[in-house]
């Protein structure tokens, strides 16, 4: 008797790449996370390498491979791709001891994250202005 497997919760469009215990807080991650949310994968490709934060590099290789992961196991087009989701979760937490003055001592908390990026390659009808943009456009072809 085994377990009953799952179903992907990805589409046929789609492929995951997930980085386990990167040693940053879930906080200063998100950040990072949060610049390559919905971004075309070129641009947050070179998002990441010019950034000046230290866990950027982190991430750009969990971009990486997720692209690597579209292109070879799900025979996506790369130029395509979209960083569709971008999600940050809490790791494990060492804690350490600092020892303080009058025989006290404080509790340094040293945290750790996981990252999921899910990339998603994009249709034509995607691929064309969203927001403002596309309503404008929409109202004066009718017009």
Aim: hydrophobic residues 40%; glycine residues 8%.
């Amino acid at each position: 008797m085994s377990k009953q497997a799952h179903e992907s919760r990805l589409g046929e469009n789609e492929a995951i790449a997930i980085g386990r215990n990167i040693r940053v807080s879930p906080r200063k991650l998100g950040i990072v996370a949060g610049l390559i949310r919905g971004m075309r994968v070129e641009a947050a490709l070179s998002e990441l390498t010019f950034s000046k934060r230290r866990i950027a590099q982190d991430v750009k290789k969990v971009l990486q491979s997720a692209i690597a992961n579209a292109e070879n196991n799900h025979q996506l087009d790369v130029d395509r791709l979209v960083v569709s989701e971008a999600s940050v979760g809490k790791g494990l937490v060492m804690r350490r001891f600092h020892a303080r003055a009058r025989g006290r001592g404080t509790r340094i908390e040293k945290p750790f994250s996981h990252l999921t990026i899910v990339v998603r390659e994009r249709g034509e009808e995607e691929g064309k202005a969203k927001g403002k943009k596309a309503a404008k456009a929409k109202a004066e072809e009718q017009a």
